[in-house]
């Protein structure tokens, strides 16, 4: 029988997340049965949608219960296996409990190939959620064209760095929006962007009329608030309006009443497309999309940066970071040893 700690969801939050959120326990697991496997975790991904499942709204998903352990996608590696579908030994991913140990029938896991000349958690940092939500987003939903002019909120975070990238090398012009100096400073040394606006210290309305001045085609929305408001004031007429996250709303109650966004007129006005999407519904797909991620990483043409915390009593407080800008990239948990 093998112990592990586990987080649980312990207190529905009244706004951000507290320190009795979640709770971390000590369980004892059974032996994996036919069917099942053993995992040992290595890498737990933390995505602002996190603090949604703790939550009283209406989700793409279920909401995680009070009681129930916590979820995140995991990087795993199969320890023992009566699942034929896992060989002992094997890495896999997806939808686990936030866990040093794991039983699971398979259900939602996917095989994690290792791909020579990429580092264990580089690849799952970009492959898991972040290069294919940025992919879709952008590509599927947003659909520029050379020569567009595109802009991306939280510029500088899992999914901007890589949106960013990604329209340059589809021959687009890219706005990032982002805060702070230090951060703005990343978008156009590493990460490729044309221009930076700090939304701390800048008129992001002004900002975008001085550096966009025919108009933006492609807005790639990850805050929500002012972000998105000052996004709908500059489209182009039949501009798309990507809805990949509303950070900025996230820490609210399902009964709040959120203001705006103020310019909702413009999508008559500019005739603009606007379209949400969960990149769970992608998953079908997703080897597709990891191919065409991975390649660009072996050719040196998407940069990123990983923010990874050690052990698995610090991910309440990894977490906590995307909410307070503190992260300085993809924010990862190690927690257990990387078998590369």
């Known amino acids: 029988m093998t112990t592990t700690r586990r987080w649980y969801f312990n207190r529905k939050p009244s706004r951000d997340l507290e320190a009795d959120t979640l709770q971390l326990r000590e369980d004892r697991l059974p032996e994996p049965q036919q069917g099942e496997v053993l995992l040992r975790s290595i890498y737990l991904s933390m995505d602002a949608t996190n603090r949604l499942w703790l939550g009283d709204w209406d989700l793409y998903m279920d909401p995680i219960r009070e ?32 866990s040093e140990f794991a039983i699971s029938d398979g259900s939602g896991l996917s095989i994690v190939p290792r791909i020579p000349g990429l580092k264990l958690a580089d690849a799952f940092g970009v492959l898991a959620i972040a290069g294919p939500t940025a992919l879709v987003g952008l590509m599927e939903i947003g659909r520029p064209k ?8 939280a510029a500088a975070g899992a999914v901007g760095m890589l949106v960013g990238q990604i329209a340059r090398i589809h021959g687009c012009r890219t706005i990032g929006i982002a805060g702070g100096a230090e951060k703005c400073g990343w978008l156009t040394s590493e990460f490729g962007y044309d221009h930076a606006i700090d939304y701390k210290r800048e008129n992001v309305v002004e900002r975008l009329r001085q550096l966009a001045p025919q108009g933006v085609d492609v807005h790639f929305e990850n805050v929500g608030g002012e972000m998105l ?28 009443r959120i203001p705006g966004p103020y310019m909702f007129r413009n999508l008559i006005m500019r005739r603009l497309r606007v379209q949400g999407f969960v990149i769970l519904d992608y998953a079908e797909r997703y080897p597709e999309y990891q191919q065409q991620l991975a390649q660009w990483m072996l050719e040196g043409r998407l940069n990123f940066r990983l923010d990874v915390t050690q052990g698995i009593d610090t991910a309440l407080d990894a977490l906590k970071m995307l909410y307070t800008g503190a992260n300085k990239g993809k924010v990862l948990v190690q927690i257990g040893a990387d078998p590369s």
């Open 67 to 98: 009681g129930e352990p916590m979820k995140g996608f995991t990087l795993a590696e199969v320890m023992v296996s009566r699942h034929p579908g896992f060989p002992k030994g094997s890495l896999v991913a997806g939808l686990l409990p936030w």
């Open 146 to 153: 050379a020569g567009d002019t595109v802009v991306v909120t």
């Open 229 to 256: 408001d000052a996004g709908l004031t500059v489209m182009k007429d039949f501009g798309s309006v990507v809805i990949c996250g509303l950070i900025s709303t996230y820490n609210s109650n399902a009964g709040d």
